[in-house]
Nanobody, 128 residues
Framework: LRCSCRRWGGLVQAGGSLRLSCAASERTLSRYTMGWFRQAPGKEREIVAVISRGGGNTHYTDSVKGRFTISRDNTKNTMDLQIHGLKPEDTAVYYC?????????????????????WGKGTQVTVSS
């Protein structure tokens, strides 16, 4: 999986916006539950948002609700995370993940263990 940061390059001011993208050139993403995780310095990797295979169900961790929007386009094999109202505490390396196991949506919500694939990670730094 390729995880890239669009537009602003990863360094933004508080209150700004950013769009992260994840693309797969060799796999059919529609087979996978997809999600975004992040890991801040000195902290464990945590779930940010999850989207079901067809895109009909989404889940967000409480700290990002109302500010982050996860979406996917299975025809283009892409998944995006639109972020508005960035806060300094959003500073972290963001990773996309994919998993196709049975009940992967439920498992992904619980945390990063056991994911089939990970993107490389994109640094997001929010200045105050």
């Amino acid at each position: 999986l390729r995880c890239s940061c669009r537009r602003w390059g990863g360094l933004v001011q508080a209150g700004g916006s950013l769009r992260l993208s994840c693309a797969a050139s060799e796999r059919t993403l529609s087979r996978y539950t997809m999600g975004w995780f992040r890991q801040a310095p000195g902290k464990e990797r945590e779930i940010v948002a999850v989207i079901s295979r067809g895109g009909g169900n989404t889940h967000y961790t409480d700290s990002v609700k109302g500010r982050f929007t996860i979406s996917r386009d299975n025809t283009k094999n892409t998944m995006d995370l639109q972020i508005h109202g960035l806060k300094p505490e959003d500073t972290a390396v963001y990773y996309c993940a994919a998993d196709q196991k049975y009940r992967s949506y439920d498992y992904m919500i619980k945390g990063p263990s056991g994911m089939d694939y990970w993107g490389k990670g994109t640094q997001v730094t929010v200045s105050s």
